[in-house]
Every structure is written in C-alpha cells, then in structure tokens.
C-alpha cells in the first residue's frame, strides 16, 4: 500500500497547530526551510522515515499515528480524520457518504 502524503502532511500539521507551533518555529527546530515544511503538510514533497522521527520526536507524538492513524485505542482508528473530512460537508453530502459506507458494510 503506498504511503498518502496528503493524509501524513495534515496529521503532522494538526499535530503541528495541537504543540501551538507556526511553521516558522518548527522549521527553525528541524533546520529545514518554512517553505520546505509547508510542502511537507500539503503533501507535495515526501517525508522520509529520518525526517518524520525527528518532526514526531520534536511533536512528542507517535509515527503510527503520523502513518497510519493509529490510535491507542484500535476501534477509533481513522475517526479523528473522518470527522476533519466530514466537517465542512453538507447534510446531503454526509447522507449519500452514509449510505455508500452502508452498502459497502453490508456486502
């Protein structure tokens, strides 16, 4: 499965925003340009495995739950990006997403 860089550049980002940190002052702590950094949140430039353990380190947050979402509790896994997706939708949009997600369940 590859890796969704637009899912990992937003979780580090609000992981990012949670620390009360700009761009400006983790990218002086990593050494690394503020517009490097923003490609990194929007998804644009790849993250490698080094770079990540260092921006996780500096976040005190874990790299699964950069990766994959992973939550210390398994059955909330994905959730808090469902509801960030789910935030701005429509009442009509969340009923047609409900429903297809239903259909899918149930086959």
């Not at 490609?39 to 080094?50: A, D, F, Y």
């Not at 874990?62 to 990766?67: A, G, V």
Request: glycine residues 2%; hydrophobic residues 35%; positive net charge.
């Amino acid at each position: 499965m590859a890796l969704d860089y637009k899912i990992i550049g937003k979780r580090l980002k609000k992981a990012r925003l949670d620390k009360n940190l700009t761009q400006e002052q983790l990218s002086e702590k990593l050494e690394i340009s503020i517009p490097f950094l923003s490609r990194i949140e929007t998804g644009s430039s790849p993250v490698n495995l080094k770079r990540l353990n260092q921006i996780c380190s500096l976040l005190d947050i874990s790299e699964s739950s950069i990766l994959n979402g992973a939550s210390k509790e398994p059955n909330k896994y994905l959730i808090n990006d469902f509801n960030e997706l789910f935030k701005n939708c429509s009442p009509d949009k969340l009923k047609l997403v409900y429903d297809v997600a239903k259909l899918i369940i149930e086959q």
